[in-house]
C-alpha cells in the first residue's frame, strides 16, 4: 500500500485520492454550513468543485450505501458530505445562473437555519 | 395549452370576483383585531407530535404575535401538555431553549423549577417566601390538541371550538396523511418585511411561478400543456382551503437533479398519497399531480408530496413584518441517494423561498403609498381570495358565535 501524501483530515475511502483536495473546502457537515459556503465562494471555484464531483457521484452513492447511513467511518462520512454539498452547489449551476446567483445569494444571508435534519 | 382548474360553482359564486381592499393588509387597528380575534382564538398548528416524540422531550413554540412562547412537553405518562413559558414568580420566561429532553424546567433567574406536567415542584429557599401556595402556582395550561401527527395549540383559556369542530371535514384528510414516521425535520426562516397574508398568499397560488421562479420551479411547474402553471383544483373546508399542484411530466432535469430524482423516486412521480382521505376527482387522479397544499386558517401551509412535507409559519410580528419558517419533514433515509434527493429537496425548496424573498419587500410600500386602494386577484389566485374573505368574516365577527363563520 502506497502511502498518500495528504493529511488524515482529508483521507477518503480508497477509490476517491482524486478527490481528496477537494475535502478541506468542501466537506461540510452542515446543512448551514454547506449554504454557507455556497454564498461565500466564487463562481470559479463552484464549477471546478462541481465539474470535478459530477462524474463522481454516483461511485459515492454506490460506496456510501455498501455500510449503513448511521455509524459510518469519517472518511466515508466526509464523501457523503462532498456529495451533499455538490446537490447545494448544483443550484448555483443547473438552476441559477452567475447573475441570479448574486441575488440568490443576497436574500440567502437573511435566512435562517434553525434546525438540521438528524441524519447525517 | 391550458389546465382549467377543478373547483365548485358554489365556491365560485361564493368566492366573488371583485377587488379586494388592501387596507386588510397594511391598518394597524385592523391588524390589532386579526390579533386579538383570530390569533388569540382559534386553533394553531404548530409542530407535529414525531417533534415531542418521547417522554422528557420538548419543543418551545414563539407566537410572537401575541408575545406568547409555548412550551409543548411529553410528559412521563406519555401525555403532550402545553404551557405558557412563563414563570409564576416574576414571570421571567422559564425555558430559554427551543428543543430538548428534560426532566425539569428550571428557571435561569431564581431557579424555579416546574415538573413536565406543569406542577411547581421547588423553589429554592421557599420559607422566605409569604406562603406561596405551590399547588396554584404551576406553569399556564395552554389548549392542546392533536389531529393524526399534527399538533395545535389555542391560546384562548376557553377555546371555542374543539379542534375537530374548527377542522371540518379537513380533520379525517389530515388524520389520514400517511406520513406517520416522517420524523426527520430540517428547517428554516426568515422576517420578511411585509404582512402576513400577503406572505401566506405567496405560497397559496402558481402565478408568480413564471415570472419569480423563472430560473427554478418554471418548468417543473409550467409547460407546454400548462403555460402559466394553473393549478389542477381549488377546494374550501370553512376557513381552510386546499390546493393541487400541476407538475410537468415533460420536463428535462439537469444532472444532479436527475440522480436527485432517481434516487429519491421525486420529480415525475405523481403525488396521489395512497391512504389519503380525499375527494375523488380528475384532477386528484392526474398523472400530473405533484404536491397538495393545504392552508390552515389561520397561518399555516402544509405541503405534501410522496417523499416529502413541509409546514409553513407565517407567523405575524405586527401588520407589516412576517417571520416565516419552514419545517420540512422527510421518511428516515435508508439509502445515501435517498438521502441525497433530500437534500436536493432541501435546497430547491430554499432556492425557491429566497427568490420570494426577493419580492417581498417591495409590496408593503406599494400598499400603503396611497396610491391604489384596492388589490385584484386572478382566478389562480382564488386561494388568496378565500384567505382574505375568511379574515374579514372573522375579524369583523363580534356577536355571532366563530362557528357560524366560514360556513
Request: aromatic share 10%; charged share 25%; hydrophobic share 40%.
Amino acid at each position: 500500500m502506497t502511502v498518500r501524501p495528504n493529511d488524515r483530515a482529508s483521507r477518503l475511502p480508497d477509490g476517491f485520492a482524486d478527490l481528496e483536495p477537494l475535502v478541506p473546502d468542501w466537506a461540510v457537515a452542515t446543512k448551514a454550513g454547506r449554504l454557507k459556503k455556497r454564498i461565500d465562494s466564487t463562481a470559479e471555484e463552484r464549477q471546478r468543485f462541481y465539474d470535478t464531483t459530477l462524474p463522481r457521484m454516483r461511485d459515492i452513492i454506490a460506496l456510501v450505501d455498501q455500510g449503513s447511513l448511521e455509524g459510518m467511518s469519517v472518511e466515508v462520512a466526509r464523501l457523503m458530505q462532498l456529495a451533499l454539498m455538490m446537490v447545494e452547489i448544483s443550484m448555483t449551476i443547473e438552476l441559477q445562473n452567475p447573475v441570479s446567483e448574486i441575488k440568490h445569494a443576497e436574500a440567502a444571508r437573511l435566512v435562517h437555519v434553525y434546525s438540521e435534519l438528524d441524519s447525517l | 395549452m391550458t389546465v382549467v382548474t377543478e373547483i365548485s360553482a358554489a365556491d365560485v359564486e361564493k368566492l366573488g370576483t371583485g377587488p379586494i381592499p388592501n387596507k386588510i393588509y397594511w391598518d394597524p387597528n385592523w391588524f390589532s383585531a386579526e390579533r386579538d380575534r383570530v390569533f388569540r382564538r382559534v386553533w394553531l398548528c404548530v409542530a407535529r407530535t414525531v417533534d415531542v416524540a418521547s417522554p422528557g422531550n420538548y419543543i418551545v413554540k414563539d407566537i410572537e404575535t401575541c408575545r406568547a412562547s409555548v412550551i409543548i412537553a411529553r410528559g412521563r405518562d406519555g401525555q403532550l401538555r402545553a404551557f405558557h413559558n412563563v414563570c409564576s414568580h416574576r414571570n421571567m420566561r422559564v425555558c430559554l431553549d427551543k428543543k430538548g429532553s428534560t426532566a425539569r424546567f428550571t428557571c435561569r433567574y431564581h431557579g424555579f423549577s416546574y415538573d413536565l406536567d406543569g406542577q411547581l415542584r421547588s423553589v429554592p429557599d421557599e420559607e422566605y417566601f409569604f406562603g406561596l401556595d405551590k399547588g396554584a402556582n404551576g406553569l399556564t395550561p395552554v389548549a392542546l390538541e392533536t389531529c393524526g401527527t399534527f399538533i395545535f395549540i389555542n391560546l384562548d383559556p376557553k377555546p371555542k371550538q374543539q379542534l375537530k369542530e374548527f377542522l371540518g371535514e379537513l380533520y379525517d384528510r389530515l388524520e389520514s396523511f400517511p406520513i406517520g414516521d416522517w420524523a426527520s425535520s430540517f428547517s428554516f426562516g426568515g422576517e420578511a418585511p411585509l404582512n402576513w397574508k400577503c406572505v401566506m398568499d405567496n405560497f397559496q397560488e402558481s402565478y408568480h411561478f413564471a415570472f419569480t421562479h423563472a430560473r427554478t420551479v418554471v418548468d417543473r411547474a409550467t409547460g407546454s400543456a400548462n403555460v402559466f402553471g394553473h393549478s389542477l383544483s381549488f377546494e374550501f373546508f370553512g376557513p381552510h382551503r386546499v390546493l393541487t399542484n400541476w407538475g410537468n411530466l415533460d420536463h428535462k432535469c439537469a444532472p444532479v437533479e436527475q440522480l436527485a430524482a432517481e434516487y429519491g423516486g421525486g420529480f415525475g412521480q405523481s403525488a396521489i398519497l395512497v391512504g389519503l382521505k380525499d375527494s375523488d376527482s380528475a384532477a386528484k387522479r392526474s398523472p400530473n399531480l405533484s404536491s397538495y397544499a393545504y392552508s390552515l386558517f389561520p397561518n399555516v401551509q402544509i405541503v405534501v408530496a410522496p417523499s416529502y412535507m413541509h409546514l409553513i409559519q407565517f407567523i405575524p410580528l405586527d401588520a407589516e413584518t412576517t417571520h416565516w419558517v419552514v419545517t420540512m419533514y422527510f421518511p428516515k433515509a435508508k439509502s445515501a441517494g435517498e438521502r441525497l434527493s433530500q437534500e436536493y429537496t432541501m435546497a430547491i425548496a430554499k432556492d425557491v423561498i429566497t427568490e420570494d424573498m426577493s419580492v417581498f419587500p417591495h409590496i408593503q410600500d406599494g400598499m400603503m403609498c396611497g396610491a391604489k386602494e384596492f388589490v385584484n386577484f386572478h382566478r389562480n389566485e382564488s386561494l388568496c381570495r378565500h384567505l382574505a374573505m375568511m379574515i374579514q368574516a372573522y375579524t369583523e365577527e363580534t356577536t355571532r358565535g366563530q362557528t357560524e363563520v366560514g360556513r
